[in-house]
């Protein structure tokens, strides 16, 4: 597929996010978004998403597509497993899912934790069942808002990746504040620039 932004401007109470952003997002590419806090890399993925309305321009090519998400908050169901906060987003669970699921969360999670309450994980395990969930059912391209964040650096590697196996041939949009994370990642930096012209 192929994401079109054509310049795309957003404010909140009369300050300027970004103003005229335009970039060609397709797939089989990975695509790092960096910027400064304030720079509206949040918001932009919720426009991506149709989850917010640019003040002006255009976002095409996300018409029936199923696009995936990590957003900043994990917007995990707490009280269930990591192994049930997967499964969820498939419509029928079957055996094979099921171990498909357990075998991808077992690479970035010690085994015992999967069956426990998300309540009882820590922050930085939390994330990496938010990513495995975003990564579990096929789409057609996925928004990741600082998918690493509270991993420390071993941890990290190993997820990003895990990331990168599960993309492989798809479209990825990552944000992340790391600037080595994009040449571990084998993505396009692109910079988000608060209250300019950005990308």
């Known amino acids: 597929?192929?994401?079109?932004?054509?310049?795309?401007?957003?404010?909140?109470?009369?300050?300027?996010?970004?103003?005229?952003?335009?970039?060609?997002f397709r797939t089989g590419d990975i695509y790092c978004l960096m910027g400064t806090s304030g720079s509206g890399k949040t918001t932009f993925f919720r426009i991506l998403l149709g989850l917010d309305q640019p003040d002006s321009g255009t976002v095409s090519g996300t018409e029936g597509a199923f696009l995936s998400a990590v957003f900043q908050e994990n917007r995990l169901c707490e009280s269930f497993s990591s192994l049930d906060n997967v499964l969820m987003v498939f419509p029928k669970v079957t055996k094979e899912i099921r171990e498909s699921v357990k075998e991808d969360l077992c690479k970035l999670?010690?085994?015992?934790?999967?069956?426990r309450p998300v309540s009882t994980l820590s922050g930085g395990m939390k994330r990496r069942v938010a990513v495995c969930r975003a990564l579990a059912v096929p789409f057609d391209a996925v928004l990741m808002d600082e998918p690493f964040t509270g991993l420390d650096e071993d941890t990290r590697r190993k997820v990003i990746e895990f990331v990168k196996q599960k993309t492989a041939g798809n479209l990825a949009i990552i944000s992340t504040h790391q600037e080595e994370d994009v040449p571990l990642l084998g993505g396009s930096l692109i910079r988000l620039t608060a209250e300019e012209k950005g990308i």
């Open 109 to 115: 999670l010690p085994e015992e934790s999967i069956y």
């Open 1 to 24: 597929m192929e994401i079109t932004v054509t310049n795309l401007s957003k404010s909140f109470d009369g300050r300027q996010v970004f103003s005229q952003v335009s970039q060609t």
